[in-house]
C-alpha cells in the first residue's frame, strides 16, 4: 500500500520569504513523487516530479522540492512566495512502474498556502 | 501538445435525474485515463480508471458508473444521483509510452445535486 501525508492543512506565510509545504510518504519499492498545483475551481497543474537522480528537482514558477529518502519527504519550496502562489497544494506518490499498472497516484489531503501581502 | 476536455463545465441536477460527463483527450494515443472526486475543495479520490477501450476499473462502490466508449473518450454516467453525488468531478490522462508520464488533470466538472 502506498499513502501520502500533508501534515498542515493550512500554511501562511509573508509575500517575498520562502514557504516551505510539507509531504510524507510511504511506499513498498521506489517511490514516483509528484506536486500539483489547484486554484479555485479549476482543475490540477502538474508542478514537478522526482523519478530517480538528482534529490533536489526544478519545476514550475519558481518551485523546487527535495527528496529525502531517510525521512521518506519531499517538501515543497520556493525562496521567494509571491501573492499568486495562494493555492492548494498536493503532493502524490505511486510505485514504481510495472507492465500493465494503471500507475495510480495516491494523493494526500492537500494543503492550502496563503501568501499575504 | 496534449489536451483535455470536459464538459459541461457546471452542472445543476435534481435528486434522482441521470447524469452523464464526458472527457475527451486530444495529441495522444492509447492513454491512461482517470475520474476522481473533489469534496469540499479537498482530498482527491479516485473513482475509476482505464486502460484501454471497454476496460473499467472501479475503485469506490457507488452509484456511478464510468465507460470508456473510445480511445480518447471517457464518460461518467449514474442513471439516479444522490445528494452526495455533488463535488468537482477531475478527469486525468498519463501516457503509456514510459514509466515516468505524470496524469494531467483536466478543467473538472462542477456538479451540485439538489
Known amino acids: 500500500a502506498q499513502s501520502v501525508a500533508q501534515p498542515e492543512d493550512q500554511v501562511n506565510v509573508a509575500e517575498g520569504n520562502p514557504l516551505t509545504v510539507k509531504c510524507t510518504y510511504s511506499?513498498?519499492?521506489?517511490?514516483?513523487l509528484f506536486w500539483y498545483v489547484q486554484y479555485p475551481n479549476r482543475g490540477l497543474q502538474f508542478l514537478l516530479k522526482y523519478i530517480t537522480g538528482d534529490n533536489l528537482v526544478k519545476g514550475s514558477y519558481g518551485f523546487e522540492a527535495e527528496f529525502n529518502k531517510s525521512q521518506t519527504s519531499f517538501h515543497l519550496k520556493k525562496p521567494s512566495a509571491l501573492v499568486s502562489d495562494s493555492a492548494l497544494y498536493f503532493c502524490a506518490v505511486r510505485v514504481g512502474f510495472s507492465s500493465g499498472s494503471a500507475r495510480q497516484l495516491t494523493f494526500g489531503s492537500g494543503t492550502q498556502l496563503t501568501v499575504l501581502p | 501538445s496534449q489536451t483535455i476536455h470536459q464538459w459541461p463545465a457546471t452542472l445543476v441536477q435534481p435528486v434522482g435525474s441521470p447524469l452523464s460527463l464526458e472527457c475527451t483527450v486530444e495529441?495522444?494515443?492509447?492513454?491512461?485515463l482517470y475520474w476522481y472526486r473533489q469534496a469540499a475543495g479537498r482530498g482527491l479520490q479516485l473513482l475509476f480508471y482505464s486502460v484501454g477501450i471497454g476496460q473499467i476499473s472501479s475503485e469506490v462502490p457507488q452509484n456511478l458508473s464510468a465507460s470508456r466508449p473510445q480511445d480518447r473518450q471517457f464518460i461518467l454516467s449514474s442513471k439516479k444521483l444522490l445528494l452526495s453525488d455533488s463535488g468537482f468531478y477531475l478527469c486525468?490522462?498519463?501516457?503509456?509510452?514510459?514509466?515516468?508520464?505524470?496524469?494531467?488533470f483536466g478543467p473538472g466538472t462542477r456538479l451540485t445535486v439538489l
Open positions: 511506499v513498498s519499492g521506489n517511490p514516483y
Open positions: 486525468a490522462w498519463t501516457g503509456r509510452a514510459t514509466s515516468t508520464d505524470t496524469q494531467y
Open positions: 495529441g495522444t494515443s492509447n492513454p491512461n
